[in-house]
């Protein structure tokens, strides 16, 4: 019984984290240009498909997916150049609408043209799990959990550096940000490229444990809930809510599921949405001065 | 139709302050009604049944999420998952004996009051995170809906709709259904016209543009947001039983899921936040403008003209939906409403080129 519970709390941990993968690129749009990005799982979507494409030209995984990275990273650029900066200034309706049709867009388009079949992408990760005592650990979880941490890290060091010093001044006050002299369309830019980046981890770490079809663009769902959690604007957070999600929304449907009559893990993740907005709306590590949207 | 405004003029308050100031448009909006009217009698039941009768009724559902969203500024995201609880509500009420007139009435208020109660815990929120509050609730609703067996039946289970009589008409031919939801389409239409001159309209309309505004001149903006919820979703949820009841005549929740409420927001979006003609130029444009055009090119793609697989050609409404939601936002954000309003005032001083209103 004790086993259960610790398994079940293990791969709710690693789970959550990979779910901060997708979350990461959500906060990085947000911290820096304030959008609410409800595309990102339909970006994980379109990562799995590139990384997919890339390896199906014969190539190996480890050059592959910087080729995919390098795609989506332009992706990105493009979604920002002919999208986003067209939006500056109009309520927020409009910016979370039009992110959702690019939403529906590219879950009918990329499926449409490479095929709605579930691609396999194989990282070379062994598929045996890891058996400490009786707890069971699945090793793409594994790997990706260490990922997410590796990549949230890298974020949190990207923003000590010139350009990340940059971003977050955009993501303070774009008026000043001009009056300084950066571009802050280019660093909103950026910050979608790397969102594109971001995307490619995870549609990777989730395209090799469920397949690449257009389902990856349903993670959409619970990284939202990791990000209200954690805090919109906050890369820390991003861990902390992933973490949360991932092992509320794992121990308790692996307890009430045979109970409730199955997936309660959506009604898990509803209810920490509503719980967070009703309590702390700018989540565990947010600002609160996120009334500005 | 042409010279609109040459003769027209308004020399008392009640005439300027008239829903139609101009005569042309009031017999416009006659015509087009009986026009809608004798639909059954020149439309096919093909066509009637799976194009008009959906589009009448999709366009009372934003009708109603356009009070919200137009008028009082209130996102939501979750407006299928209110109109789930009308048609489930109205059908277990029928089932239970209640007058299918009264069993309107009863689910549209049911609705109302899960939809305030939802919209009051979201309401210390604005913007994004109301946005994350109503699909939370979307979510929470269609579990519950989906593995409560008393509600929907069962998981995978259709709730069929038992045969009803509305004001001693039995509601079950073809043009007896369209004549329903077309009557309260027009009833919400009215409504909606009308609630905009009202001080409940016009304090909507001051929490739109800034709430602590209108709290200054006198306006509670949670009492009024929480109406606005509440009439909100009372419409909804009566339009989901006419839904229920007109249309689809067999219910499963995956009619009222997630996407369902994107659709609806579209609509609204497509055709202008806020507006009236948008509403029905949204709701018809959504629903069908995808379905001719994937006709168009599986007809192009059948006689070999374009090379598209079946695979792409399923997948084309969806291609086709979300393009026309972000060529609508990047072109036309006021939507078709803008676009018709555009005409009409090129029309109204026609060969001239400014229009007075």
Known sequence: MMAYFIELLISGALTGLMYSLVAL??????KSAGVPNLAQGALVMTAGYAVWLVMAWGLNVWIAIPIAAAIMFGFGLVVERLLLRRMVGQPVIMVVMLTLGLEILLRGLVPGILGSTPKPVDLGIDFAPIIIGDVFINRTSLYGGIVALLLVGASLLFFRTRLGTKLRAVSDDHVSSWAVGISVERAIGISWGLAGIAAVVAGALWGSSQGVDWTLSTLLFPAVAVVILGGVDSV????????????????IPGYLDSIAGGSTRDVVTSLIILLTIMVRPFGIFGREDIERI | MFYRLSGTYHTSYEADRKLWKIPTDRWLVIALLILALLAPLYVSPLYLGSYVLPWVIWSAAALSLTLLMGLAGQLHFGFAAVMAIGAYASIHLVRAGVPFELALLLSGLISAVIGAVFGGAALRVKGLYLVMATLAMQYLIDWVVVNVPAISGGAHATLRTPAVSFLFFPVESLAARYWLALGWAVLLTVFFM????????????????????????????????????????????????ILAFCFYRAVTPEQFGFNVSIQLVAMVLVGGLGSVIGSWLGA????????????????????GWVPVSQNFLSHLPLMIYGAMIIGFLLLEPLGLAKIYDNIRKYFLVWPFRHARS
Do not use: E
């Open chain 2, 284 to 303: 018809g444009f959504v629903l069908l403008a995808p379905i001719f055009l994937t006709n168009l090119v599986s007809g192009l793609a059948a006689a």
């Open chain 2, 194 to 241: 009308n609630v905009k001159r009202t001080s409940f309209g016009r304090a909507l309309v001051a929490i739109r543009d800034k709430d602590f505004a209108a709290a200054v001149i006198g306006v509670d903006p949670f009492k009024t947001k929480l109406m606005a919820f509440f009439t909100s979703s009372f419409m909804g949820g009566v339009t989901g039983a």
């Open chain 1, 236 to 251: 820390p957070g991003v861990v902390v809510g992933g973490i949360l999600v991932g092992v509320l929304g794992t121990v």
């Open chain 1, 25 to 30: 690129g959500f906060v990085l749009i947000y």
